[in-house]
């Protein structure tokens, strides 16, 4: 249950981080316009990021330079001097060298929403945000957005107007019914060649098996994946009282529910399937964030940084 | 409290309804979109516990109208006590038993129930009571008198009676059931007229209730107040019966001579088991029987089976139903009458120019009658013998003296002469004949043709043209005629005239006969009277009124009055005596001719005449009609049934039920409840307006 206690560590981390209050996804959603909405969350993640104990890090660990004075003595790395007993500098890329792909699901199921947002406005701001984020770094951001089929497909470029472009396209409704991620999947293994970050936002409701299947298909095709696994706080907890007729968005089906009998086994069974998806996840060396509608982008957003820096741990302490 | 419709009470089961329905979660038409239903199991809606009752008041109110509705369905109110007395009065009723004795009531055991039913009715009178008993078939006989039974002494009115009915057996007679009820019910009325008190009246039918009934002159009778007849049927053990009727041969058309097969009806009873039987000649060994199949309800004309060779069968059997009596049928063949008509006159027989030849040829022999069509030229003498013979005497020419004698003797005797005027000189001899001397003619021949301007069918000889198909006379063109003063013949009375207002056709009277005149011949060269449709019927008419065709039918029913005199052309001068079929002789008085006596079915004879006349008398077919009468027939012909006999219990009961209903109307409890219920109603909607409005509240505080 690592999984599970990750976030609340993520969040306390932050606040104490920032220090100052993270924005409600609520209030957040009440600037209309995709692109102002993830300039406040960068800004405001950057703000506090100066008094993190966690700034300076950049996307994509570069390599060592020997330290010469002048240099900020802030990224001396001080294990590596207790090894060898010499002064290291830890060099970022700043370069256009990280690729990112953000795959956002826009079916029907990212629709609902209990709370004043959807899943699809929280993921549309979370794949902004990333967007936002990678390419003031100066990274290469594409994006590919689906439902059973691809709807959108924009190449990672960094160039002037590029985001402009992407945020246009996140703009869009949710339109289709299913979620079908091997499309999808096939499409990105097809065109990009170089080794990218792919990152999929997704509530990923669909039977495992068919999901298992295609997270080994992209994990298997040397990519570095992150899975922002997305879901509605009413989702997880079936937090209604009254006994109604739930129609399924997707399908559009009918039963009668009363949720106050149905809770129990259908938190058992999304809990399941939660944990399938996690444990394969694992499995497969897929970075794995679960994200509520709830929980404040900026935290999203550290996730995203805290994972990859534990992903150039784990791939540091793989080199040494 | 009681109630008038206590089954209405289970109702307040229904109070059940509004506590399931206050029990069962509602089940919300609302729909909630969700992302994905895979996770979810469908569940029905489910039933709270007792314990989450909600709206208990709603619940209350719901209860309480469904209480009141059933309640007042139920028709509640305060009970009383009874003031009148439950039982009817009991007075003396007057009453008249009506037994049938018609000949359907021979089938077996009918009249042992019959008299059963006598005895049942004369053990219901009480002491007060006053009783006629009638009999009837088609006519009603009294067998005691209200006033017969007063003067008989109380305790023996009912043997004494029973006694007298069953002396009587039922007879051969045809059923008339609406005249017996008629004369029923004037009995009432003529005791009423003698001023003796009568109570309630009452008329008890024993009767097998027959479809064949006659049931005449009750459709439109006025019942006296307060009459009422009670039906009781006797019922047959076996319900086949089938009967037969002889068609008599009335037509005429049959050629003379020829030996009529006689036809036969067999009807079968509608409630009948069996549709096959047999017909055979009774009494005529060697006669094969024939089969007759007769579905329930229908009948079958057939003809009688062939008699053998010279045998002659008067009495035909029907065999194979249940019930004999009206199994036989009398059967006689008709014999065909000889009729002579005499022309007086020399003319040549096949001469189409003279009148003889039209004359001879008018009458043709049919199976009823044969005429004989004889000349007598006035070289002949016209014998005593021939002028008793013959019913009609034509005369067309100049006729000697000698015969004027003859013919005047046998007018005299009411024989009919028709002359026919064929030229002017027979003016004398009509005049003679007439008793008018100088009587003349004038020879008229008309300028383009005569035709009968006016025709007398009041007269009996013209009364068979009188209907509108056969008046037209006008196809009758005549050439010539002779112009005669009708005024100066005594008694003459014109029977038809032509256009010009000359006689045409006159008769004067003479003695018992008639002397007939054509004033115009009906051979070619005077008219076109012997070619027309018109001349055979008129001469036909002319023989009917001289007497020359009598009535040959010879069936009649029991209970017809037979004209002797109809029956025989010969005259009727002695007393006339008949033979019954059971061989009894009826001696009828002198000049009487009339014969009523026919009781028996049979082959009844008149003796005294030579050759013996004989006539069958048969059983009327309408007793064939087995078949009880619909049960509502009586009714539907405006007659008082009386309601059936309800136990004295049962009467209380009804009586009781009378009150409650009367208790109930009067106390009107059930508009009270039902206004009770439309408050408590009214009452609910505003508690329930009230909820809604608080959860409403409640629901957006909290949201």
Redo the contacts between chains.
């Keep these: 249950m690592r999984g599970l206690a990750e976030p609340i560590q993520s969040t306390r981390a932050a606040s104490a981080a920032s220090g100052r209050p993270l924005i409600d996804p609520a209030t957040l959603m009440s600037i209309k316009n995709l692109e102002l909405r993830a300039r406040v969350v960068v800004e405001g993640f950057w703000h506090g990021l100066h008094r993190s104990p966690y700034h300076g890090f950049s996307v994509e660990f570069s390599e060592y330079r020997q330290y010469s004075p002048g240099d900020d003595p802030r990224y001396l790395d001080w294990k590596l001097y207790a090894r060898s007993d010499r002064y290291y500098i830890k060099k970022f890329e700043d370069e256009t060298n990280l690729r990112c792909h953000l795959m956002v699901d826009q079916s029907r ?2 629709s ?1 929403g209990s709370l004043a947002c959807t ?1 699809a406005q929280y993921a549309n701001t979370l794949a902004a945000t990333l967007a936002y984020f990678l390419s003031l770094q100066g990274d290469a951001v594409g994006l590919l957005t689906f439902d059973e089929r691809i709807r959108d497909y924009l190449p990672a470029r960094h160039r002037p107007g590029h985001l402009r472009h992407l945020m246009i396209r996140l703009e869009q409704p949710p339109a289709g019914n299913a979620t079908d991620l091997a499309a999808p999947l096939h499409r990105i293994v097809r065109t990009v060649k170089k080794r990218s970050l792919l990152v999929l936002i997704s ?1 990923l ?1 669909g ?1 495992i098996g068919t999901l298992e299947k295609d997270l080994t298909a992209l994990a298997a095709c040397g990519h570095e994946v992150m899975l922002f696994h997305l879901l ?1 706080p009413a ?1 997880l907890t079936l937090s ?1 009282d ?9 399908t559009g ?6 949720p106050v ?2 809770r129990k ?2 938190v058992q ?2 809990e399941a ?1 939660n944990l399938n998806v996690q444990i394969a996840c694992r499995r497969l060396g897929i970075g794995y964030r679960r994200l509520t509608t709830d929980r404040p982008l900026e935290l999203a957003l550290f996730d995203f940084l805290r994972e990859r820096m534990q992903r150039g741990k784990r791939i540091r302490r793989r080199a040494g | 409290m009681s109630f008038l419709a206590p089954l209405f009470l289970i109702g307040t089961l229904a109070v059940a309804l509004p506590v399931v329905f206050h029990l069962v ?1 509602r ?20 039933v709270t516990k007792r314990s989450r009752l909600e709206h208990i008041l709603l619940l209350l109110l719901r209860c309480l109208v469904v209480c009141l509705l059933a309640l007042a369905f139920s028709r509640p109110f305060f009970q009383r006590p009874m003031t009148a007395s439950p039982l009817p009065e009991a007075t003396g009723r007057a009453v008249v038993v009506l037994v049938d004795t018609s000949a359907s009531m021979k089938r077996e055991g009918l009249w042992a129930q019959a008299l059963d039913r006598v005895d049942a009715a004369l053990k219901q009178t009480g002491p007060g009571d006053q009783l006629e008993v009638l009999i009837f078939d088609r006519r009603v006989r009294t067998v005691v008198s209200f006033e017969q039974w007063n003067q008989m002494d109380i305790g023996q009115r009912a043997a004494l009676t029973l006694a007298r009915i069953s002396d009587i057996k039922p007879g051969w007679s045809s059923t008339q059931l609406g005249g017996a009820l008629i004369a029923a019910a004037e009995s009432f009325a003529e005791a009423d007229k003698e001023g003796r008190n009568l109570g309630r009246r009452q008329i008890i039918l024993i009767s097998d209730m027959q479809e064949g009934a006659r049931l005449d002159g009750l459709q439109g009778y006025e019942w006296p107040r307060g009459t009422e007849v009670q039906v009781e049927p006797v019922e047959p053990k076996r319900p086949t019966n089938a009967g037969v009727q002889w068609l008599a041969a009335n037509d005429d058309s049959a050629n003379a001579g020829t030996n009529l097969v006689a036809r036969i009806r067999v009807s079968n009873s509608a409630n009948a088991t069996r549709e096959q039987f047999k017909l055979h000649w009774a009494d005529i060994p060697g006669a094969a029987p024939s089969d007759v199949y007769v579905p329930p309800g229908q009948s079958r004309i057939v003809p009688a089976p062939p008699l053998p060779a010279n045998a002659i069968g008067e009495r035909l059997v029907l065999t194979g139903d249940d019930d004999d009596f009206d199994n036989t049928v009398y059967v006689l063949q008709p014999q065909a009458e000889h009729v002579s008509v005499l022309f007086a006159g020399d003319e040549p027989e096949n001469d189409p120019a003279q009148p003889f030849y039209y004359l001879k040829r008018a009458f043709q022999p049919t199976s009823r009658e044969i005429v004989e069509v004889t000349a007598r030229g006035s070289s002949a003498e016209l014998t005593p013998t021939d002028l008793a013979g013959a019913r009609l005497l034509v005369a067309a020419n100049n006729l000697p003296d000698s015969r004027m004698t003859a013919l005047q003797t046998f007018m005299a005797g009411g024989g009919t002469v028709l002359f026919v005027m064929t030229n002017a000189s027979v003016a004398g001899d009509v005049g003679r004949l007439a008793d008018a001397d100088g009587f003349t003619a004038d020879e008229i021949t008309a300028p383009n043709y005569a035709l009968l301007g006016m025709v007398d069918f009041n007269h009996p000889i013209f009364a068979p043209f009188a209907d509108a198909r056969f008046n037209d006379f006008t196809k009758i063109h005549f050439w010539k005629y002779r112009r005669v003063d009708a005024s100066k013949l005594p008694g003459a009375r014109v029977l038809a005239k032509f256009d010009s207002g000359d006689p045409a056709f006159l008769e004067i009277p003479r003695g018992n006969g008639r002397l007939l005149v054509l004033t115009s011949g009906w051979q070619p060269a005077d008219s076109q009277l012997a070619v027309s449709t018109k001349f055979v019927p008129l001469l036909c008419s002319i023989l009917d009124l001289s007497g020359g065709i009598h009535s040959t039918l010879a069936q009649f029913h029991i209970g017809d009055e037979v004209d002797l005199a109809s029956l025989t052309p010969a005259a009727i001068t002695s007393s006339l005596s008949v033979r019954k079929p059971d061989g009894a002789v009826v001696q009828l008085a002198a000049g009487e001719t009339r014969f009523s006596d026919t009781d028996l079915p049979g082959i009844y004879a008149v003796t005294s005449l030579q050759p013996a006349v004989r006539f069958a008398v048969n059983l009327d077919g309408a007793e064939s009609r087995t078949a009880m009468l619909p049960a509502d027939e009586l009714q539907r012909l405006g007659v008082p049934m009386k309601a059936r006999e309800i136990a004295v219990s049962a009467q209380i009961e009804q009586k009781r039920r009378l009150h409650d209903s009367e208790l109930e109307d009067r106390q009107k409890l059930w508009r009270w409840l039902t206004l009770t219920a439309l408050m408590v109603l009214l009452g609910e909607t505003f508690v329930a307006g009230w909820l809604t409005r608080r959860t409403a509240v409640q629901t957006g505080a909290q949201s």
């Design positions: 199921s990212m609902y899943k509530d409701l039977p509605d989702e209604f009254k006994a109604v007729m739930f129609r399924d968005v997707e089906r009918q039963v009668f529910i009363d009998t149905a086994g259908y069974r999304l399937h | 979660r089940s919300s038409k609302e729909h909630m979109p969700f992302s994905s239903i895979m996770f979810l199991q469908p569940a029905p809606p489910r």
